[in-house]
């Protein structure tokens, strides 16, 4: 709107995939952005005139510093887009074969980050009365993919904490939302996506017939930015072609 500051938006894991066509659909709808992801060249690219950050969402010290910095650089953030996440590993373990260390690792980057990013974004937002926390969760999230223990659980968790942050701070004026996307083509499902055999099964197996591309997602990331659901909050929007359908 004329005269008023831009919108602020901090996208983590925003160097790559989802995040990356996150940074760009919102850098076009006005936002600047602080840019959080372990490579600290591709967040950099990523926020264009606004910050990028190498950090690391699971190390506590590495946030409050990269908010800090956000908020002297760009101002008080209104949009955090919890994006960054792991699989573990690209081999499909059931539980008892999962290594304890990716385990942790899994839980660290996709539900302890979720923690940590929004506890210091809240903190923040409180205050103003004013801010929208989405996460990027999974259909994982919602049934477990196989063979994916680690993930699909941390996926659950995420979502829950969507939900529950939109609970305790819908009196303080703060929304919270999840997106819950299937198979999108990235680096985090590239290995997959080249196999021509794997590809054809997946893609037969999703009702429109096509992974989605990191657009598709960034869309509905960008809807929920937007603020024009103003109504919408603690809600999990699937994005996957009507894969979790069948
Ligand atoms: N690609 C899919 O099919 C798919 C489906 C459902 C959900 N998701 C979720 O979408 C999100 C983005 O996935 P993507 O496919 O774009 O993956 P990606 O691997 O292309 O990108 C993930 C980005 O997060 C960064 N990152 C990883 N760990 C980090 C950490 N500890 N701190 C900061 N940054 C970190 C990486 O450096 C990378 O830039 C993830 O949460 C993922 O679980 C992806």
Redesign the pocket.
């Known amino acids: 709107m004329a005269g008023q500051a831009p919108r602020v938006a901090v996208v ?9 066509a996150t940074c760009e659909r919102l850098r076009s709808e006005g936002f600047r952005l602080g840019v ?4 600290a060249g ?1 967040a950099s690219e990523a926020a264009g005139d606004g910050l990028g950050l190498g ?4 190390v506590e010290g590495e946030v409050t510093a990269a908010f800090s910095a956000v908020e002297e650089a760009l101002g008080p953030v209104d949009v955090l887009v919890n ?5 573990g590993s690209l081999e499909a373990t059931r539980l008892h074969e999962t290594p304890v260390e990716q385990w942790d690792r899994v839980m ?3 539900i302890r ?1 979720v923690y940590l990013c929004s506890r210091v974004a809240l903190a923040s937002m409180v205050p103003r009365r004013s801010g929208h926390i989405i996460t ?5 999230g919602m049934d477990p993919f196989p063979a994916r223990s680690a ?1 699909s659980v941390s ?1 659950a968790a995420a979502l829950l904490a969507a939900r529950s942050i939109a609970l305790d701070y819908a009196g303080d004026g703060i929304r919270s939302n999840a997106v ?10 590239k290995w997959r996506l080249d196999q021509p055999d794997l590809r054809a099964a997946i893609e037969t197996s999703i009702p429109v017939g096509r ?2 591309q ?1 657009e598709d ?1 960034a869309e509905a990331i960008a809807l929920l930015a937007s603020g024009r659901l103003s109504y919408m909050t603690g809600h999990g929007l699937v994005v996957d072609g009507g894969w979790s359908l069948r």
């Open positions: 983590t894991g925003g160097g790559s995939g989802i995040g990356r959080f992801d372990l490579d591709s950090v690391d969402v699971a994006n960054a996440g792991i699989t660290d980057v996709n980050g990027v969760a999974s259909v994982a993930y996926k819950c996307p299937g198979m999108a083509e990235t680096p985090m499902t992974v989605a990191p997602i």
